[in-house]
């Protein structure tokens, strides 16, 4: 009963490429995500996404975008990759609460996707 | 804004060791703090967490307790393992809902 699914685990690619990387999960969330995470191990934000709202963070280039078919779903499309693209990707998700209610709620993360450009 | 800033590593420790691992926030309003563990080759678990000043949370051995005051929830263990072995992150989820990492410490625990 895997929570938050991505695929592929490894992608291996050629510069100037465009590649998906897909997302799903079983929770019921309401709020999806997705990291990049580098080889010195550091977490950057790209994306949230939930059905009203995308927030972007403005540091990720317009090559990187989110399509969401379904709440259960976030895919991160890549345009013309570039050897910087190289790094593991996380999808992560979690339940919205309403603004200025105590949130408990947890964040979930996938297996991650390790994106090789060469 | 919101921020989280933990030590960084690495940090290295024999088996049995005391572990502690710094972390602060900067926040406004009543943020919950977590803290997640990654293991090599996986993704993020969450480890622990707190929704309210004073509280403690614990798992595994480990435990962190969240310190208004001094805007810190640094995680402690008292005898770590080689199995311990990852990288922590410490994590806040801000009132707006928004979830900001710190760069996370790497662990090696040594027999």
């Known amino acids: 009963d895997t929570a938050v699914s991505q695929t592929p685990k490894y992608l291996v690619t050629q510069m100037g490429n465009d590649k998906s990387i897909k997302c799903e999960q079983n929770?019921?969330?309401?709020?999806m995500y997705w990291y990049k995470q580098d080889s010195k191990k550091f977490l950057k934000i790209m994306f949230s996404?939930?059905?009203?709202?995308?927030?972007i963070n403005e540091t990720v280039p317009n090559r990187f975008s989110p399509k969401s078919p379904d709440k259960a779903h976030l895919n991160l499309h890549i345009n013309s990759l570039e050897l910087g693209d190289s790094a593991v990707y996380f999808c992560?998700?979690?339940?919205?609460?309403?603004?200025?209610?105590?949130?408990?709620?947890?964040?979930?993360f996938g297996p991650g996707t390790r994106l090789t450009v060469l | 804004g919101n921020s989280v800033t933990q030590m960084e590593g690495p940090v290295t420790l024999s088996e049995e060791a005391f572990l502690t691992i710094n972390c602060t926030y900067t926040?406004?309003?009543?943020?919950?703090l977590f803290w997640y563990v990654q293991y090599p080759g996986e993704g993020l678990q969450l480890l622990l967490k707190?929704?309210?000043?004073?509280d403690k949370g614990s798992n595994k051995g480990f435990e962190a307790t969240y310190r208004k005051e001094t805007t810190s929830f640094h995680l402690e263990k008292g005898s770590v393992q080689v199995s311990d072995s990852a990288v922590y992150f410490c994590?806040?989820?801000?009132?707006?809902?928004?979830?900001?990492f710190g760069t996370g410490t790497s662990l090696t625990v040594i027999p």
């Open positions: 926040a406004t309003g009543y943020p919950s």
């Open positions: 992560a998700s979690s339940a919205r609460r309403s603004r200025g209610q105590n949130s408990t709620d947890t964040q979930y």
């Open positions: 996404y939930n059905n009203k709202e995308l927030i």
């Open positions: 994590a806040l989820r801000s009132t707006g809902n928004q979830f900001y």
């Open positions: 707190a929704t309210k000043a004073d």
């Open positions: 929770l019921g969330h309401d709020t």
